[in-house]
C-alpha cells in the first residue's frame, strides 16, 4: 500500500509538471501563423494539470477518509454474507503470515467452525458467572463442585449437551477445538488413579437449568434437572472430535482404542427437562457438576469452553479443611486477558474474595485456584 501510494504521488507530480511544461510552451511560443500544434496545447495544457492535482488531492486528502466511510457504510453489509472463518483467516494470514495454526487461533475466537454467515453456527456467551466450591472427603480427596452460567449473544440451535471427562493433558489442551458440537463441558481429572470414580461421581451430580425456545419459537425456562448422560460408545468418538477423524495441525489422527481409559463421553438430551416441549434453540444454560479430585494435587481450575464474557469468579474453599487435615492457604491465579486480582498473597480460605473479571475469556483462558498447607 505503501508502494503504491507514493507511485500515485510520483505521477501526480508528473502530470502538473507535464501541464506547467505545456504552459510555459504555450506562452513562450507565439508562431507567427496559425499552427495546429499550438492550437493543441493551448487547449490541452490544463488537462494534465487538473488530472494531477486531484489524483494528489486524492492520495493525500480524500484516500483514507473515502474509504473509511464507504467501510462505515458498506461494511457491516458485506459482513452479513460473508463466512466469519472465511474473513479471520484472511485477516490472520495478512498479518501473521500464511499458517496452518491460524486455525487454533480462529476457533479460539469464533467459538465455533464459523462456517454461517453472522456467526449462526458460533457459541457466545454475552454473560457468564462460574463458582468453584471446594467440599473435603477426607484428608486426601475432595470434591470440586462448579456451576456455570452461561447467556449466550443468539440462541443456539441445538437440543444435545455434551460432556467431556478426561485424565489425558494432551486430549485436555485439544478438545476444545476438536469438538464438533456446539454445547459442551471439559472436566480434567488429574490423578488418572480417580479418573474412573471421577467419572461416576460427574455423571451422577451433574444438574442442568436452561433457557430455550420451543418448536414455536417461544421462550421458555426450564429448573434445574438431572439428566441421565448417555455414554457415547468409542466407535462413536469420531463422531464427536475431530482428532479421531483426521490429523489437527501438529497432532497426528488418534485412535480411541488408545484412550478408552483416559477419556469418557457423554450426551445429556435438553428436550427431557423441558416440560414436554421440543427444545429449538438454547438461549441460556447452568450446569452444576461434581468431580472427585486429589487434595494433594494442590490446584484446581476453569477453563472457558466458548468465547465467553465473565462477569466475576466465586471460591468456598472454607469446606476443604476435614478433622485431622492440616490448614491450608489459597491464591487465585487468572489466565485472562486482564482480571481485578486484589491480591497475589496466600490467603486463608475465609479471606478469598470474588474475582470481578469483567473481560472475554477464549478457549485456553481461565483461572487456577492453588493452595498448600498453611506456613507455621
Given amino acids: 500500500m505503501a508502494r503504491r501510494h507514493k507511485q500515485a504521488l510520483a505521477l501526480a507530480l508528473f502530470l502538473i509538471l507535464l501541464g506547467a511544461l505545456d504552459l510555459t510552451v504555450v506562452l513562450l511560443w507565439q508562431p507567427a501563423t496559425r499552427s495546429v500544434l499550438h492550437d493543441v496545447l493551448v487547449v490541452l495544457w490544463p488537462l494534465p494539470a487538473l488530472a494531477g492535482f486531484l489524483l494528489g488531492a486524492y492520495e493525500l486528502f480524500w484516500h483514507q477518509r473515502l474509504v473509511a466511510e464507504v467501510g462505515r457504510l458498506a461494511g457491516p453489509v458485506f459482513l452479513e454474507h460473508l463466512l466469519p472463518s472465511e474473513v479471520l483467516r484472511t485477516f490472520l494470514a495478512s498479518i501473521y503470515g500464511p499458517n496452518v ?11 465455533g467452525s464459523g ?4 456467526g449462526d453456527d458460533l457459541t457466545i456467551s454475552t454473560g457468564t458467572t462460574v463458582k468453584l466450591e471446594l467440599q473435603g472427603i477426607d484428608t486426601k480427596t475432595y470434591h470440586l463442585m462448579t456451576t456455570q452460567r452461561y447467556q449466550f449473544r443468539t440462541s443456539v440451535p441445538v437440543d444435545r449437551f455434551v460432556i467431556f471427562a478426561t485424565s489425558n493433558a494432551l486430549l485436555r489442551d485439544t478438545i476444545s477445538a476438536a469438538c464438533r458440537y456446539p454445547l459442551f463441558e471439559l472436566y480434567f481429572i488429574p490423578d488418572s488413579s480417580l ?3 471421577s ?6 451430580s451433574t444438574q442442568i437449568a436452561i433457557d430455550y425456545l420451543d418448536h414455536e419459537g417461544q421462550r421458555r425456562s426450564a429448573e434445574p434437572s438431572q439428566i441421565p448422560p448417555l455414554e457415547v ?6 463422531n464427536y472430535l475431530t482428532f479421531f477423524r483426521e490429523s489437527m495441525g501438529p497432532l497426528p489422527k488418534l485412535s480411541p482404542m488408545n484412550h478408552m481409559s483416559d477419556l469418557r463421553i457423554f450426551e445429556c438430551d435438553l428436550s427431557g427437562i423441558a416440560d414436554d416441549h421440543v427444545v429449538r434453540a438454547i438461549c441460556g444454560l447452568t450446569v452444576w457438576s461434581r468431580t472427585l479430585q486429589r487434595t494433594n494435587d494442590g490446584f484446581c481450575y476453569w477453563q ?3 468465547p465467553s464474557f465473565v462477569d466475576k469468579i466465586s471460591f468456598d474453599a472454607t469446606g476443604l479443611a476435614v478433622d485431622q487435615s492440616p490448614p491450608h492457604e489459597f491464591r487465585i491465579m487468572p489466565f485472562t486477558f486482564r482480571s481485578a486480582t486484589a491480591s497475589a498473597q496466600w490467603l486463608q480460605a475465609g479471606e478469598l474474595k470474588e474475582l470481578d473479571v469483567r473481560s472475554w475469556l477464549l478457549p485456553g483462558h481461565g483461572v487456577a485456584l492453588l493452595w498448600r498447607e498453611a506456613l507455621r
Fill in 304 to 306: 472457558s469452553p466458548y
Fill in 115 to 118: 462456517m454461517k454467515p453472522r
Fill in 233 to 238: 460408545k468409542f466407535s462413536e468418538w469420531a
Fill in 195 to 197: 479418573f474412573l470414580d
Fill in 199 to 204: 467419572v461416576d461421581d460427574l455423571r451422577h
Fill in 101 to 111: 495454526a491460524n486455525d487454533d487461533v480462529i476457533a479460539g475466537v469464533l467459538g
